[in-house]
């Protein structure tokens, strides 16, 4: 059925998915964003018969990821950058006062989370590209045990291993960044609070949702 949606239709049905994975009552992510895997060139190669890009044949670096769309609740990101800072900052009132203010100026800001619109990334290298090529979902935090660097041990060891902006990202606060290899792409979340990987939460975005192209 959404093989048939006007474009229109898609991209409202793609931000209210992206609005809807960071608004729900119970979620604990301030941002969603979906790279889309487009052909580096047009023609594109061959396509299956379902319509549907067939990225199994020739090279790779035929095919890129690149911005569809993104949602942030900047609201929540920076209510609970502000929590944070209260809980942990206790020694005085002056202290408290001056990281207030910092982690204020330091949250999740527009400018920052829409620079990854810039960015493009090719399929099947680095961290996003291996994630859509494998089908795979990576959970990446910004304090990583020893258990989770040796699960990561193979994304970190490469030069490439994570996107640019996402130190910044983390700078500002956030924690926690998903990525979940979908039919058409990746979804990526960010969450200022430590979010585990739970792999039913990953599996049930992988097929209930990002099933269609436009």
């Not at 048939?4 to 979620?27: G, K």
């Not at 379902?50 to 090279?59: C, I, K, L, W």
């Not at 258990?147 to 130190?167: A, C, G, M, V, Y």
């Amino acid at each position: 059925m959404e093989e048939h949606l006007s474009p229109l239709a898609i991209t409202h049905l793609l931000q209210h998915t992206l609005r809807s994975l960071c608004n729900h009552e119970t979620s604990q992510w301030v941002y969603a964003v979906f790279w889309r895997i487009l052909p580096r060139n047009y023609p594109p190669p061959k396509w299956d018969g379902q319509g549907a890009y067939d990225r199994s044949r020739g090279n790779r670096r035929n095919w890129i990821l690149v911005w569809e769309d993104g949602f942030c609740n900047f609201a929540a990101a920076e209510t609970a950058e502000n929590i944070t800072t209260t809980c942990s900052a206790s020694a005085s009132g002056y202290e408290l006062q001056q990281q207030h203010y910092q982690h204020h100026h330091q949250g999740l800001q527009p400018e920052l989370f829409f620079k990854m619109s810039h960015e493009i990334y090719n399929y099947g290298e680095g961290l996003i590209g291996k994630v859509a090529a494998d089908h795979s979902h990576k959970w990446v935090y910004k304090e990583a045990n020893e258990q989770e660097i040796n699960f990561l041990s193979t994304w970190h060891n490469s030069p490439d291993s994570q996107p640019r902006t996402w130190e910044a990202q983390f700078q500002s606060g956030i924690k926690t960044i998903a990525l979940i290899g979908v039919r058409e792409g990746v979804v990526q979340l960010g969450a200022v609070h430590k979010v585990l990987l739970r792999t039913y939460f990953a599996n049930s975005i992988c097929w209930e949702k990002f099933m269609y192209r436009s």
